[in-house]
């Protein structure tokens, strides 16, 4: 498992090249959740998410053969653009292999970041498999999405930023896909407020976490059908698994319907351009899927990277109070 050292090694690898993101607040959305909510907002950080915070201490501790020989991974989106950007400006070649149903906005950044781009069908390719294949091939360092110690100790520099600003919190609520972010976020927790509980959120047609963490045994979701597009992974790792058995008190879900409403009050009254993914910690809060009442709670805003086109089509199907 990743030990804490190693996230204060990663803020200290990254400062100065990822953005230290601020932490917002309001008291209309401390109304409508309950309590009082401190968002941190990975949605402004580089590349629009804190995928950038895992890619650059993963990327920037490689030798200089490896830089040399190049990197590849496999992402439905942000961690592709992620290692798109900090390849770029590293100097190393990148190569990214995308589902064909990621959203146009994530495969137009990616390809602008320099990398180069392979496809794959997700309703019959396995990705991972795809990734190793053209790593064997080409001789391409994989940079996993998750499933890595330098991933997982730099997207817990989100949680670590987030104590070191607010100081202790009762709750810390944190989107889940590969489980990255929420490894990272909890061990960070865990050691700067103790007595704080960890809420993974994921959403309810990809619920493989939930299972995964409640059954003991690593269970997985094919292809599910979900707008939040970041948390479309199949299943968690085994690292991930093991520290999110560890650090992690609880895993609930929420619908897309939850996620809707969420956006469409973060978009109109916090001004702030969040993405499915983004909210889904925010949602079971705001959707009243937990109860609490007048607990200090942080949230992970985990990304921003909005389809505004796919947006106008979730707006129509789901019904959004103004
Ligand atoms: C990748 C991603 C997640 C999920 O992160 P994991 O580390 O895979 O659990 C959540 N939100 C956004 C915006 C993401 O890009």
């Not at 900090?86 to 589902?99: D, N, R, Y």
């Not at 080409?138 to 330098?150: A, E, Q, S, T």
């Not at 100081?167 to 927790?189: E, I, K, R, T, W």
């Amino acid at each position: 498992m990743v030990s804490f050292e190693e996230v204060q090694a990663a803020a200290r690898q990254i400062a100065g090249v990822a953005h230290r993101t601020p932490v917002m607040t309001s008291r209309l959305l401390d109304a409508a959740c309950g309590n009082q909510i401190f968002l941190k907002c990975e949605n402004l950080q580089r590349v629009g998410a804190f995928k950038f915070r895992g890619a650059t201490n993963a990327i920037s501790r490689l030798s200089a053969a490896e830089k040399a020989a190049g990197v590849i991974t496999h992402s439905s989106g942000n961690h592709a653009q992620a290692v798109a950007l900090v390849s770029q400006l590293l100097g190393v070649k990148a190569t990214i292999v995308m589902p064909n149903n990621a959203p146009a906005l994530k495969l137009n950044a990616t390809r602008d970041y320099g990398a180069a781009v392979v496809l794959y069908d997700p309703a019959t390719d396995v990705r991972e498999a795809i990734s190793q294949e053209l790593a064997q091939r080409h001789g391409y360092v994989l940079i996993p999405p998750y499933n890595h110690p330098h991933i997982v100790a730099g997207q817990g520099t989100a949680g670590l930023e987030l104590f070191e600003e607010v100081g202790p919190l009762d709750y810390l609520f944190v989107p889940c896909g590969g489980g990255g972010l929420l490894s990272g976020c909890a061990l960070a927790a865990k050691h700067l407020a103790p007595g704080c509980r960890v809420i993974g959120v994921e959403p309810a047609a990809g619920d493989d976490a939930t299972r995964s963490f409640y059954s003991g045994v690593l269970q997985t979701s094919h292809n599910p059908q979900t707008i939040a597009d970041g948390a479309r992974t199949g299943s968690l790792g085994d690292l991930t698994f093991a520290m999110i058995r560890h650090y992690v008190d609880e895993m609930l879900t929420v619908s897309d319907d939850d996620l809707v409403r969420t956006l469409a009050f973060v978009w109109t009254r916090l001004k702030l351009v969040v993405e499915p993914t983004g909210v889904l910690g925010l949602a079971a809060l705001f959707n009243r899927r937990y109860a609490l009442a007048g607990q200090r709670v942080g949230v992970i805003l985990s990304g921003g990277n909005v389809d505004l086109v796919a947006a106008a089509g979730w707006l129509q199907t789901t019904r959004v109070s103004s």
